[in-house]
């Protein structure tokens, strides 16, 4: 078979890796080739045997590991393998739901980073009240962002959401503290002014009071803010979420109330549930990692799978490398 | 009679300024001497006539003012006259639900710095999902906070805490990107390492996703951040509201099972509805001016008054500016 995909899957890290064994087992798909990497007892359960490739691995990432350290100190961790895998090109895209802080410091380390990128950011889907998705990019991995860097997450957006969602000229708006252009820090006012001049279909600012209304294609923010956002949003939804239960199990009526309206509150649910958005990865390395929730179970690994062929066959790194080193966008 | 408090509110400045008629004509009080400002006309409608001090202003100050002049532009704005009448100590407290950015630098410019503080930082009570409520702050006043600002913000806070609502050693969290003392931005780890040596009992790095389930007294952040952060629990808040809205109006049952949870989606609303909390007030200023929302109601006006009674019988302001003098405390 030829122009078969080679997608690596990372069977610890994540909460129940029985979840990625009951995905794998079950997986039919005769575009790809699954590379599986974990410890001879997860990998004896994989009863699977076509287009199926085991690595047996003897070590694990921890959460307690030192995320800078961990690619060189645990070299047959089955993160670490994979990742270098990845740069070997004996895969074309990894999958592992390990600790974010080693996933991302080993991706940027191990893989490297797309010239004219000084610090990779970390990108994800989010959903708003609607049905419009964005991308949100960084979710943290730059705590210190410059103005350049800033331009550069929403030019690889750009290009993740032109390829990846066919969106021809995909909007793009910075987070920040009002919607004012003088609005913001050093660092905003920048970035305002830089994104301006360089993004085309650059609508300007955005407030955190409007995350879940708008209809921007991607939203822009360092990595403080970004994951303050991020968390923010997971903790006043999961805050609310708590709240709202403990209305309806007051009493008898509330629960007959809870019941009449399980459907509308099931889907709702569902919109937070973000497995179906496929994994966050880093904008500005060479290649394709992508970090799924460590609570992900077989439909979240099913859509990262999805994520990963489409990355691979649109040949998304390859575009973004050369855009960056010929410095144009679009 | 003897230490009657003269109490400024401003009339002009929130969305039904009838409101404030309203409660100024219903307020009854022997301690408190209420000095309104406002156009003619406002003055007109208010029939009380005992304990009122009516000033006439020419001017307003508008959304679309210029923040950092219209105390230089607009001398005859209520917002300004009442200011100015605060810092020549014709009354103790003012009260405004003008334009943030006005009410900030206005008071900035016009109360003063107490001596130590470089940026003054917003603070307002927030709300949990328990009855806990903590003292936020920035809310945005110092979108380019250094550590010590951010020290500075605690030891005030702490003599917020303790005056006003009797807690011996309020407890501090520094809003952060991990609990981790490693976490965070430059700022952010010098912050830590300074309120650890400086605070007693600093409790360490909060994460946004705990925000609505914390006990912690105080929780310090920058501007910028601590911007990005209310306004993301004030948007999520409400956009998650209207999607449960949206869930009970789709049909006749759902309708029904809407009427069965009443009671306790009102108790939730009102959790939400901060007007119960007082103002927002700049910490590091040398005098109080209290600012309320634009959309606030009389109950709103009757908590900020008794906050700012509070704060004048506690002789707060004057402990704080001493406590930061002596660069000492607790």
Same mark, same amino acid.
């Given at each position: ?5 080679? =997608? +690596?899957?990372?069977? @610890? ?13 079950? *997986? ?54 994979? !990742? &270098? ?10 999958? $592992?739901? +390990? $600790? ?7 991706? @940027? ?20 009240? $609607? ?13 210190? &962002? ?7 997450? %929403?030019? !690889?957006?750009? @290009? ?17 503290? +009002? ?24 609508? +300007? ?14 939203? #822009?923010?360092?990595?403080? %803010?970004?994951? #303050?956002?991020?968390?923010? /949003?997971?903790?006043?939804?999961? $805050? ?6 403990? =209305? ?7 629960? /007959?109330?809870? @019941? ?13 549930? *973000? ?24 439909? &979240?690994? *099913? ?15 390859? #575009?973004? #490398? ?9």
């Amino acid at each position: 078979m030829h122009n078969i995909m080679k =997608i +690596g899957i990372d069977i @610890l890290g994540i909460d129940e890796p029985s979840r990625i064994i009951n995905f794998v087992n079950s *997986y039919k798909d005769d575009e790809v080739e699954l590379y599986v990497y974990g410890l001879e007892e997860n990998l004896n359960q994989i009863t699977k045997t076509e287009n199926i490739i085991k690595n047996v691995c003897t070590e694990e990432v921890l959460m307690s590991d030192d995320a800078a350290r961990v690619h060189r100190k645990k070299k047959d961790a089955s993160m670490i393998r994979m !990742l &270098a895998d990845l740069n070997n090109d004996v895969i074309d895209v990894a999958i $592992s739901g +390990g $600790s974010t802080g080693a996933f991302m410091a080993s991706s @940027l380390f191990m893989l490297g980073r797309i010239e004219g990128i000084s610090k990779p950011g970390l990108a994800s889907l989010l959903p708003t009240r $609607s049905e419009h998705k964005f991308l949100f990019t960084d979710l943290g991995a730059n705590v210190e &962002a410059k103005p350049d860097d800033l331009v550069n997450y %929403a030019k !690889l957006g750009q @290009l993740y959401m032109k390829y990846i969602y066919n969106i021809e000229t995909p909007s793009v708006a910075l987070l920040n503290v +009002g919607v004012e252009e003088s609005k913001g820090n050093k660092v905003y006012k920048e970035a305002h002014k830089l994104l301006k001049e360089d993004i085309t279909n650059f609508k +300007g600012n955005i407030e955190a009071r409007e995350i879940l209304e708008h209809k921007y294609d991607i939203v #822009i923010a360092d990595g403080f %803010a970004g994951n #303050i956002l991020l968390k923010s /949003i997971e903790g006043v939804a999961s $805050s609310l979420g708590k709240m709202i239960k403990g =209305i309806f199990l007051e009493n008898l009526i509330t629960k /007959i109330s809870a @019941l009449l309206v399980k459907k509308g509150i099931t889907a709702f649910k569902k919109k937070f549930d *973000y497995s179906e958005y496929g994994g966050a990865f880093l904008l500005g390395i060479k290649k394709p990692s992508i970090k799924i929730h460590g609570s992900s179970d077989e439909n &979240a690994l *099913y859509y990262a799978v999805q994520q990963a062929k489409q990355i691979h066959k649109t040949k998304l790194y390859g #575009i973004m #490398i050369e855009t960056m080193e010929k410095g144009e966008t679009n």
